[in-house]
C-alpha cells in the first residue's frame, strides 16, 4: 500500500464518518421541511432559513438521500427520499411533465420556465429513486423517458446537443450538457433502454469536438447558437471545477464505449486543472480561469474540491498511477477545510483568495456535490487491490 493510497484511503474515512454521524442527520432533522421538501438553505448553527425553492435543488436531495444508505448511514433515508420525492412531483411539474425551475415554501410557481439544466437533474433524481425503490422504478423510468422525449422533440440543436431554452437564446452552454450527461450515464447503468446509452454517446461526442479546445485541452463554458465560442471574456472562461467534473465524466464515458480518445483527453483536461487551477497558498480548486490559464477568477467554491477528488480517484483507478491518489487526498484535505464549522454538519460555500471564508448560510445544493465525491471515493478506496 503506497503513501499516497493510505492519506486517500484515511480521508475517505474521514468524510464518510461526516456524512453518516453529521451531516444526514443535521439536513434530515432540520434540512427536510416538516410542511414537504427540503429547505434550500441551513444557518452555520444549522438553523432552516427560508427562501424560494429552486427546481434544480431538490432533486439533489433525492439523490444525497438516495445514497445515504451505500454509505452506512442507519437513519430514515428511504423516508427522507420519499418525502423530498413527493413533494418534487406536486409541485414543479408542469402540465406538459416537464419541471418549473422555482417555487415558493408552499409549493406556488414562482418561475415556470422549464430550463434545460433542470430538466437533467429530474432525470437523475429519477435515476436514483429507481435504483433503491424498485416499487417506485417503473414510475420513475416513465417520467425520465417522458422529459427525454419531450427534449428531444423541442429542444434538439441541429448539430447535437440541446438548446437550453424555448425559444433558444445565446448563449448555450456545456454545463447542461454535463448534467445530461450524467443522467443519461446514470439511466444507462440500470436500465436497458438503448436511447439512454446513444444520447450519451451524443453529448460525448458533442464534448470532444466543439466543447474542448485542441490547443490546451481546457473546456469552453459558453457558446453561441451554432456551437462557436462565445464572444469576449465569456467565451474564454474556463472553470476548473468543470475540467475535473467532464473530466470524471468523460473517464466514464471513455471505459464504456472503449474509446482511448475519449480517456486522453479527460486526463490532459484533469491535468490542466491541477496544474493551473489551484491556489498552491492554500491548495484549493479556484473558480475560473481564462482560456491562457490566466486566472478570472480566484475565490474557491466548495463544489470544484468535489470534483477534483471524483475525477483523481477515477484517474488513479484506470491509470494505475499514484499521483492521482495524492491528487485525491490534497482534494479532500481542501474539502474537509469547508466542513469545519461550529455546527457539524453543515459547510462553508465559499473561500477568498486569502483563505477566509464569506459568513453565509450553507446552501443546500452542495450536499449532492460532496456525496456525489464521497461515493465515488468509497466506491474506488473500496476497490483498490490493496483493500483485497
Same mark, same amino acid.
Given at each position: 500500500?503506497?503513501?499516497?493510497?493510505?492519506?486517500?484511503?484515511?480521508?475517505?474515512?474521514?468524510?464518510?464518518?461526516?456524512?453518516?454521524?453529521?451531516?444526514?442527520?443535521?439536513?434530515?432533522?432540520?434540512?427536510?421541511?416538516?410542511? =414537504?421538501?427540503?429547505? +434550500?438553505?441551513?444557518?452555520?448553527?444549522?438553523?432552516?432559513?427560508?427562501?424560494?425553492?429552486? =427546481?434544480?435543488? %431538490?432533486?439533489?436531495?433525492?439523490?444525497?438521500?438516495?445514497?445515504?444508505?451505500?454509505?452506512?448511514?442507519?437513519?430514515? @433515508?428511504?423516508?427522507?427520499?420519499?418525502?423530498? %420525492?413527493?413533494?418534487?412531483?406536486?409541485?414543479?411539474?408542469?402540465?406538459?411533465?416537464?419541471?418549473?425551475?422555482?417555487?415558493?415554501?408552499?409549493? !406556488?410557481? *414562482?418561475?415556470?420556465?422549464?430550463?434545460?439544466?433542470?430538466?437533467?437533474?429530474?432525470?437523475?433524481?429519477?435515476?436514483?429513486? !429507481?435504483?433503491?425503490?424498485?416499487?417506485?422504478?417503473?414510475?420513475?423510468?416513465?417520467?425520465? $423517458?417522458?422529459?427525454?422525449?419531450?427534449?428531444?422533440?423541442?429542444?434538439?440543436?441541429?448539430?447535437?446537443?440541446?438548446?437550453?431554452?424555448?425559444?433558444?437564446?445565446?448563449?448555450?452552454?456545456?454545463?447542461?450538457?454535463?448534467?445530461?450527461?450524467?443522467?443519461?450515464?446514470?439511466?444507462?447503468?440500470?436500465?436497458?433502454?438503448?436511447? @439512454?446509452?446513444?444520447?450519451?454517446?451524443?453529448?460525448?461526442?458533442? $464534448?470532444?469536438?466543439?466543447?474542448?479546445?485542441? +490547443?490546451? =485541452?481546457?473546456?469552453?463554458?459558453?457558446?453561441?447558437?451554432? @456551437? &462557436?465560442?462565445?464572444?469576449?471574456? +465569456?467565451?474564454?472562461?474556463?472553470?476548473?471545477?468543470?475540467?475535473?467534473?467532464?473530466? @470524471?465524466?468523460?473517464?466514464?464515458?471513455?471505459?464504456?464505449?472503449?474509446?482511448?480518445?475519449?480517456?486522453?483527453?479527460?486526463?490532459?483536461?484533469?491535468?490542466?486543472?491541477?496544474?493551473?487551477?489551484? &491556489?498552491?497558498?492554500?491548495?484549493? !480548486?479556484? &473558480?475560473?480561469? *481564462?482560456?491562457?490559464?490566466?486566472?478570472?477568477?480566484?475565490?474557491?467554491?466548495?463544489?470544484?474540491?468535489?470534483?477534483?477528488?471524483?475525477?483523481?480517484?477515477?484517474?488513479?483507478?484506470?491509470?494505475?498511477?499514484?499521483?492521482?491518489? !495524492?491528487?485525491?487526498?490534497?482534494?479532500?484535505?481542501?474539502?474537509?477545510?469547508?466542513?469545519?464549522?461550529?455546527?457539524?454538519?453543515?459547510?462553508?460555500?465559499?473561500?477568498?483568495?486569502?483563505?477566509?471564508?464569506?459568513?453565509?448560510?450553507?446552501?443546500?445544493?452542495?450536499?449532492?456535490?460532496?456525496?456525489?465525491?464521497?461515493? +465515488?471515493?468509497?466506491?474506488?478506496?473500496?476497490?483498490?487491490?490493496?483493500?483485497?
Amino acid at each position: 500500500m503506497t503513501n499516497a493510497f493510505a492519506d486517500a484511503a484515511r480521508l475517505r474515512d474521514r468524510l464518510k464518518t461526516w456524512a453518516t454521524e453529521a451531516a444526514y442527520p443535521l439536513w434530515w432533522d432540520k434540512g427536510a421541511d416538516p410542511a =414537504g421538501g427540503f429547505f +434550500e438553505k441551513l444557518s452555520l448553527e444549522g438553523d432552516p432559513v427560508q427562501g424560494p425553492r429552486r =427546481g434544480r435543488v %431538490l432533486p439533489r436531495q433525492i439523490y444525497s438521500y438516495s445514497v445515504a444508505g451505500d454509505l452506512g448511514w442507519s437513519g430514515p @433515508w428511504r423516508k427522507a427520499v420519499e418525502h423530498g %420525492l413527493s413533494f418534487y412531483l406536486s409541485n414543479y411539474r408542469r402540465p406538459d411533465g416537464l419541471f418549473r425551475a422555482l417555487v415558493g415554501p408552499d409549493g !406556488a410557481s *414562482l418561475d415556470d420556465s422549464a430550463a434545460l439544466y433542470d430538466q437533467a437533474f429530474a432525470m437523475f433524481a429519477a435515476a436514483a429513486v !429507481a435504483r433503491v425503490a424498485p416499487e417506485r422504478a417503473d414510475a420513475m423510468r416513465a417520467l425520465a $423517458t417522458e422529459v427525454r422525449g419531450k427534449l428531444i422533440a423541442t429542444r434538439k440543436h441541429p448539430q447535437g446537443g440541446f438548446y437550453l431554452t424555448d425559444p433558444p437564446s445565446p448563449p448555450q452552454g456545456s454545463n447542461e450538457h454535463m448534467h445530461l450527461l450524467e443522467a443519461c450515464l446514470a439511466w444507462s447503468e440500470i436500465d436497458a433502454d438503448p436511447v @439512454w446509452r446513444a444520447l450519451a454517446d451524443e453529448i460525448a461526442e458533442l $464534448t470532444l469536438a466543439k466543447f474542448i479546445q485542441a +490547443e490546451s =485541452g481546457m473546456l469552453r463554458e459558453f457558446f453561441d447558437l451554432d @456551437w &462557436n465560442p462565445a464572444s469576449g471574456r +465569456e467565451g474564454r472562461i474556463c472553470e476548473p471545477g468543470h475540467q475535473f467534473e467532464w473530466g @470524471w465524466l468523460l473517464l466514464r464515458w471513455g471505459k464504456l464505449a472503449g474509446r482511448a480518445d475519449a480517456t486522453a483527453a479527460a486526463l490532459r483536461m484533469i491535468e490542466a486543472g491541477e496544474t493551473h487551477g489551484i &491556489n498552491l497558498e492554500n491548495g484549493v !480548486a479556484i &473558480n475560473a480561469l *481564462l482560456d491562457d490559464f490566466s486566472i478570472d477568477d480566484a475565490n474557491a467554491r466548495l463544489w470544484p474540491q468535489t470534483e477534483r477528488i471524483k475525477a483523481a480517484v477515477l484517474a488513479a483507478e484506470i491509470t494505475g498511477e499514484d499521483k492521482y491518489w !495524492a491528487m485525491a487526498a490534497a482534494g479532500a484535505e481542501g474539502l474537509m477545510a469547508y466542513l469545519r464549522t461550529p455546527v457539524p454538519g453543515v459547510w462553508r460555500d465559499k473561500m477568498r483568495p486569502d483563505g477566509d471564508f464569506i459568513d453565509e448560510p450553507a446552501p443546500a445544493s452542495s450536499f449532492y456535490h460532496i456525496l456525489c465525491a464521497i461515493v +465515488e471515493f468509497d466506491r474506488a478506496v473500496s476497490a483498490h487491490p490493496a483493500k483485497a
